[in-house]
């Protein structure tokens, strides 16, 4: 590689990480202004009109980039590298593969959201106990050999180049590992997510304490060791639920 390439690479390994980050802090203000916006909506604890799918998966995939970009950013450096080489497709075509998967993650999650949201904010029983056995299996899945495995993927990128580097020179090949990353990353990730369905989609405290365990579960040398202790977290908040299920109510 000479001056030249090493100047055009150093250069996308900074202004793609700084995209994501900006398109992350994008998500963040827009789950805070809706979130304001169904607060407003909902001061009298009376049933809000079902949000359309449309609007849903736009704050879905707005949520997601909140949480998840940050923690994509070290394989998205590794990808913006090889492409300002012209080794492989725009790295914006391996991104959109990624937001693809979240997307249609969306669509069973807007069902799930559509049904719990009013009983949530109605306070009903029956909901905490949703909530906990959730929980549960949040936690039980924590401490799985998939969720290890997707997990492990998720913290070892130039694995994942290594495995995938030599077939990612056309846009659909680039799309489809975008996709493929995405997939590790829903099972690394997909029962936290029902916990933020579980306990109202929109739930700013909760999106951040998750998007938190998850940045640090993939990027910070213990996250392994976070991934088994917030499982145990999981598990006691799933009993406290089951036998306390109004407790739900001070979560939301």
Aim: hydrophobic share 60%; charged share 10%.
């Amino acid at each position: 590689m000479n001056l030249g390439e090493q100047r055009k690479a150093g250069r996308a390994e900074l202004w793609m990480p700084a995209a994501l980050l900006t398109l992350a802090a994008v998500g963040w203000w827009w789950s805070v202004v809706s979130a304001g916006d169904m607060d407003t909506g909902g001061m009298s604890m009376q049933p809000m009109p079902t949000m359309s799918f449309t609007a849903f998966l736009i704050a879905w995939v707005a949520m997601m980039a909140a949480m998840m970009f940050p923690a994509v950013v070290p394989v998205v450096r590794l990808y913006a590298r090889a492409a300002a080489n012209d080794q492989v497709a725009p790295v914006g075509v391996f991104v959109m593969g990624y937001i693809a998967l979240w997307a249609l993650v969306g669509i069973p999650a807007y069902f799930a959201w559509r049904d719990l949201e009013a009983p949530l904010m109605q306070g009903s029983p029956w909901v905490g106990r949703v909530a906990g056995t959730v929980a549960i299996v949040a936690g039980l899945y924590q401490l799985t050999p998939l969720k290890s495995v997707c997990l492990r993927h998720c913290r070892s990128p130039m694995s994942f180049f290594l495995r995938h580097g030599k077939h990612l020179d056309r846009p659909g090949r680039a799309f489809a590992a975008g996709a493929h990353h995405g997939l590790f990353c829903v099972g690394c990730c997909w029962m936290l997510m029902a916990v933020l369905i579980a306990f109202g989609t929109m739930q700013l405290v909760w999106m951040l304490v998750l998007a938190v365990a998850i940045v640090l579960e993939k990027i910070a040398p213990f996250g392994e060791q976070l991934a088994r202790a917030s499982g145990a977290a999981l598990l006691v908040l799933g009993v406290v639920l089951l036998a306390q299920p109004a407790f739900v109510t001070r979560l939301i």
